[in-house]
């Protein structure tokens, strides 16, 4: 069964970079018809898609992030990864990992992570 | 962008209740549309695909509706667990966008 899970520190200091890792078990990441995604949500407040990237490495990022996000696939570890720079309180949020269809026939975003609550503050 | 709009943002009903949620995109999506249901402290669950496939493991109670901009979710005979927050997505496009989530909860 395919199980995605989010690691990483749970705090990090306001200008700082949060580097957060999903690892997927179950399948291998190097599917052709799968994206892997980052998708945030701040306390009470609604989803916001952080970025996602393909097995051959190709990105697509959210342009409101105003390209503080980097994602990167390592397939040797059956890994993505995450990571935004220069945070600030306003990126207090759950971060979730989680497998995105390739096209309407597959579901959008099945699984997800468990997620992983990232406080920025001092 | 493509501006995904729930409505209601909040609807109380009891059990054993039909609800229906609407989504309208601000552009053309075809239908490539998702609903997910979330409950508290929990990630979000994919119920719906393709604007009207059903997810694996889904029960029959959720259906989804609509192509190009507008679309439905319906829920019949709600139950206790199915009191959440329901939101739909498009991916016809990036960036990727959410609706802003409808909260159900007991009337």
């Known amino acids: 069964q395919l199980q995605l899970q989010e690691s990483g520190p749970g705090l990090v200091k306001p200008s700082e970079t949060l580097s957060l890792t999903c690892t997927v078990s179950?399948?291998?990441?190097?599917?052709?018809?799968?994206?892997w995604a980052w998708i945030r949500q701040p306390p009470g407040k609604g989803l916001e898609w952080l970025g996602s990237?393909?097995?051959?490495?190709?990105?697509y990022y959210n342009a409101s992030l105003k390209s503080r996000v980097t994602i990167s696939v390592d397939t040797s570890k059956n890994q993505f990864s995450l990571k935004l720079s220069s945070v600030t309180a306003a990126d207090t949020a759950v971060y979730y990992c989680?497998?995105?269809?390739?096209?309407?026939?597959?579901?959008?975003?099945?699984?997800w992570g468990q997620g992983t609550l990232v406080t920025v503050s001092s | 962008d493509v501006q995904m709009t729930q409505s209601p943002s909040s609807l109380s009903a009891s059990v054993g209740d039909r609800v229906t949620i609407t989504c309208r995109a601000s552009?053309?999506?075809?239908?490539?549309l998702a609903w997910f249901q979330q409950k508290p402290g929990k990630a979000p669950k994919s119920l719906i695909y393709?604007?009207?496939n059903l997810q694996s493991g889904v029960p029959s109670k959720f259906s989804g509706s609509g192509s190009g901009t507008d679309f439905n979710l319906t829920i019949t005979s709600l139950q206790p667990e199915d009191f959440a927050t329901y939101y739909c997505?498009?991916?016809?496009?990036?960036?990727?966008?959410f609706g802003g989530g409808t909260k159900v909860d007991i009337k």
């Open positions: 990237v393909y097995y051959s490495g190709r990105t």
């Open positions: 552009q053309d999506i075809s239908n490539y």
């Open positions: 989680a497998r995105q269809g390739y096209d309407s026939r597959t579901p959008a975003f099945d699984p």
């Open positions: 393709g604007a009207s």
């Open positions: 997505h498009q991916y016809s496009r990036y960036p990727l966008t």
């Open positions: 179950g399948d291998s990441i190097s599917s052709t018809i799968y994206y």
